[in-house]
């Protein structure tokens, strides 16, 4: 079996993988959802960009359950300290991934434009709330969670949600929803009928550069405005998990981290990929742009991870109590064994969603629509 500290680090980089899968596969869901006022003008325009998505959305979830699962069984104490800080904006998460659903299967109930409208805004809705709840968790990363272990290594949180509403978690939660609209507009161009296709295309060149805007400024704020941590010691890399046993001290910002110059590396790569997608785009390279989009979604998060290296969730209060991937993870036992299963499972959830991707590729066309549901 791996050692101890190597796991860990496998483990936080699968975290990373899983975290990028997720925001790729659902995030164009949320997307699209987020754009369905804006791409589709009218009733069968608004089925046709629904329907690029029904069939999946909910495969697309497993990469959520996956994440949460692994943070669970491979982070514990990230798990419970994560949980309990971002409880409300978690259930604010929940209650929009319930709404998505429910409006999938009522908005085509009753042929009322006004009940369909309804649905159709809850459906916004829906893909906006998760989008900028996410950034803003990030964001409040870089900040520091307001919690603290005691002797006994039992946690207090001290904070509330408001609190969470910091200005560079807000800046943070614009860049994740100027990333997935970004995203949902490139599998608009790829999946929808032409006439939406080509909107989506028009509305990239505005997306992608605001998204750019909005992760070039995060990051200003990061390296010029926002302090650091740093382990100082105490750290025992292959040891048993003990937030307390380290000591921690302020750095001049993030950006001096150890994976400093990876963290570089991946957020040129999100910036490069995002500003080719609307290029892509305009020469009607749709799948390639879509791919662009994916690699930005990747580099925005792989740039976070490698800047916060190695820590998982900073403690605003008292440095010490911060989680790091040498003090927060599971038993070497069970990093090994949850390896052992991802190295089987994970390549058959790949080829499994590759095969349903492929089944089901193609654009949903209004014609299709209209001749599928024209009882309605």
Not at 131 to 152: C, E, H, K, Q
Not at 295 to 314: C, E, R, V, Y
Not at 344 to 370: D, K, M, N, Q, S
Request: glycine fraction near 10%.
């Amino acid at each position: 079996m791996l050692d101890y500290e190597t796991l860990r680090v496998l483990w936080w980089l699968l975290l990373g993988v899983l975290l990028v899968g997720f925001a790729i596969m659902d995030g164009f869901d949320l997307g699209i959802a987020a754009l369905l006022r804006a791409l589709a003008y009218d009733d069968d325009e608004r089925r046709a960009l629904l329907e690029t998505i029904e069939p999946t959305w909910e495969g697309n979830q497993v990469w959520l359950i996956l994440g949460a699962g692994a943070v669970f069984a491979a982070w514990p104490l990230l798990y419970a300290a994560a949980f309990s800080g971002f409880y409300f904006a978690m259930l604010l998460t929940l209650l929009a991934f319930i709404v998505r659903p429910v409006g999938f299967n009522f908005r085509n109930k009753i042929a009322d434009p006004r009940w369909r409208g309804t649905w159709d805004w809850l459906l916004v809705v829906a893909g906006i709330v998760p989008a900028l709840i996410f950034g803003v968790a990030f964001g409040n990363l870089f900040l520091g969670v307001p919690f603290r272990y005691d002797d006994t290594l039992r946690m207090s949180y001290e904070g509330g949600f408001v609190g969470l509403l910091h200005p560079f978690a807000l800046l943070a939660g614009l860049v994740s929803v100027a990333m997935l609209l970004m995203h949902g507009a490139a599998w608009a161009a790829v999946k929808a009928d032409e006439s939406i296709a080509h909107r989506a295309t028009r509305l990239l060149v505005f997306i992608a550069p605001a998204f750019v805007l909005f992760y070039a400024l995060a990051g200003a704020w990061l390296a010029f405005g926002l302090p650091g941590y740093a382990i100082a010691g105490g750290a025992v890399v292959g040891g048993p998990s003990n937030p307390l046993a380290k000591a921690v001290a302020p750095m001049a910002s993030w950006f001096h981290g150890p994976l400093a110059t990876w963290a570089c590396i991946a957020a040129g790569v999100a910036i490069v990929t995002a500003l080719a997608v609307p290029a892509l785009g305009f020469r009607r390279a749709h799948k390639s742009a879509f791919v662009a989009s994916s690699l930005a979604i990747a580099g925005t998060i792989f740039s976070a991870g490698f800047a916060l290296f190695p820590f998982l969730l900073p403690s605003s209060i008292e440095g010490r109590s911060s989680l790091t991937i040498w003090d927060a993870s599971s038993s070497r036992t069970t990093l090994g064994l949850m390896l052992l299963a991802t190295a089987i499972f994970l390549p058959l959830i790949l080829a499994y969603t590759a095969w349903v991707y492929r089944v089901l590729r193609g654009r949903v066309t209004l014609e299709h629509v209209r001749k599928s549901h024209g009882m309605y």
